[in-house]
């Protein structure tokens, strides 16, 4: 029997944007978590900050991101826009 997949697509939701299925998650928030963070630690690090998912969802988000790097970059670069629009800090903690 095939596997749920973990990362959908879904029109109305996050934009379309790649996610994590059951959660308002996109992979590019996961991908940023990950670049901030020091690669041994970043999983430990991204599911302290997002305790409801589990290692396998944060993984293939990672692995998504890393395998779909070009649209996780304009996503990125589309945020970054956004928020100088809008006259905010991006990506501030």
Do not use: F
Request: glycine share 4%.
């Amino acid at each position: 029997m095939p596997r749920k997949p973990i990362i959908v697509k879904t029109p109305g939701t996050l934009s379309g944007r790649p996610r994590i299925d059951g959660h308002r998650i996109a992979v590019s928030d996961i991908w940023l978590a990950y670049l901030r963070a020091l690669e041994d630690l970043a999983v430990p690090m991204i599911l302290r900050d997002y305790p409801h998912l589990t290692e396998e969802e944060v993984r293939e988000a990672l692995y998504y991101a890393r395998t779909h790097m070009r649209e996780i970059e304009q996503e990125l670069e589309e945020d970054l826009q956004a928020a100088r629009e809008a006259g905010v800090e991006p990506y501030s903690a």
